[in-house]
């Protein structure tokens, strides 16, 4: 049999997350980190369990910081920022790579640690550990090219700008992307010369505090990154603090809503990475395999819990029959199970309550009128040790109209609604009628038409002929209500930066008194 199991000693991940006994998983170790060293709540609260979706047995128990651990981190956060600041980009770039380095040393085992934290298969937790390494060597690349502008006057004077960083900045993650989030957001504020104090979901609690230890052991100064972990009263207590310049969110439109509210009372720069709920078109003259793949990836990576998904599916009615046929035999062949398994291709829901959400969902689009072509239904695995998890077939739906809740709201699961078209018009303002806007996938082998749909699409993360493909090089970011600002790439900077003027006067005062 299978165990997983974290030996409770080892603050680090063990790579003997498998091995032969009963079947037992518990992390006894704290998860808040500040100050250079795990710590642990210094007010009494009530502790909360963190679930292991794939089996459904308790993980770990959370401490939620209140107000004097979220101050101490803070007041870490501003202490490390000044030597930090004041460092060349040169100096904070051997840092973070040296980061970088030990992430790519510790990939396995930090990947198997989010495998349990999460519940998505080991293969698609690897790539996001290499993703959250290579967005630190990214930025490890951009610090040391961070500049400003010279601008000539007349009569010999000049000005210039520097770009300076913003001080102590908040990141706030989702449960979705643990480590790869944490990654994303610390990465172009420490490249800038800030500090970070992270709160990641109270659901998935466990990776980020294998990151604040890697930085410090890259030689960080203590207190640069920090970790506090908590709910909604955690996250307004960082939102509201005096000392914090930004906060950077990623998560539903509604919470992303709450904080910027929070943080236009200290008029704060927020970053918000919010929800969508995408369109896929599929014109009859594109590469239908590779359509059919690229649909397979917009709905059901990570358990079809991605924010970018294109789960509004437009194919058009020349190949519909022929799309829908292939579409739903791949999906009834996805391997779903243990995630720890490299044969796994889907593993478990994050949670309990939100396996029932996706499957109320299904059941409401077939009260709605759609079909169900495959899939929608509670899965329990053959494994007893993995009946408790929260598992579910990944869903197809056809014969789906606008109108349907399942075509209009956000269901963030392994749920394929696939509708029919006609004209390019008529899909692309389908397509556009939505409040959201984060991302959109065109297939089509013409060049001419696949830009012409592009450049109508509302949409700020666009794809021709593929989809949910992330390069840290490549800014990531919504339109309309998915948010605010950008993810990597080079114009991530300036979020995570100011400009400072300065007129230098070479000669005598003008002036007019």
Known sequence: MIRRFLPASVPMLSAAVRCLSTGSVSINVPLNFWAGQRRRSIEKRDKEKVYEPATGRVLCHLEPCGKEDVSQAVEAAKSAFGPWSRMSGMERARIMIEAAHLIESRREEIAEMEVVNNGKSITEARLDVDSARL????YAGVASTLAGQHVQLPGG?????RREPLGVCVGIGAWNYPFQIVAWKSAPALACGNSMVFKPSPVTPVTAVLLAEIYAKAGAPEGLFN???GGQETGSLLCHHPDVAKVSFTGSVPTGQKIMEMASKGIKPVTLELGGKSPVIIFKDCDLENAVRGALMANFLSQGQVCSNGTRVYVQKDIMAEFVKEVVRRTQAITIGDP???????????SRPHLDKV??????AKKEGAKVLCGGEPLVPSDPKLRGGYYMTPCVLGDCTDEMTCVKEEIFGP?????SFEKEEEVLQRANNTTLGLAAGVFTRDVTRAHRVVEQLKAGSCFINNYNITPVEVPFGGFKMSGIGRENGQVTIEFYSQLKTVFVEMGDVDSLF
Not at 157 to 161: E, H, N, R
Not at 340 to 350: F, H, K, N, W
Not at 359 to 364: T, Y
Not at 415 to 419: G, R
């Open 135 to 138: 967005c630190i060597e990214y």
């Open 340 to 350: 720890l398994l490299e044969s796994t291709r889907m593993g478990a829901l994050v």
């Open 227 to 229: 970790v506090v972990q």
């Open 415 to 419: 749920v394929m609604s696939v509708l």
């Open 359 to 364: 499957l109320s969902f299904v059941e409401q």
């Open 157 to 161: 004077s000049f000005a210039y700008t």
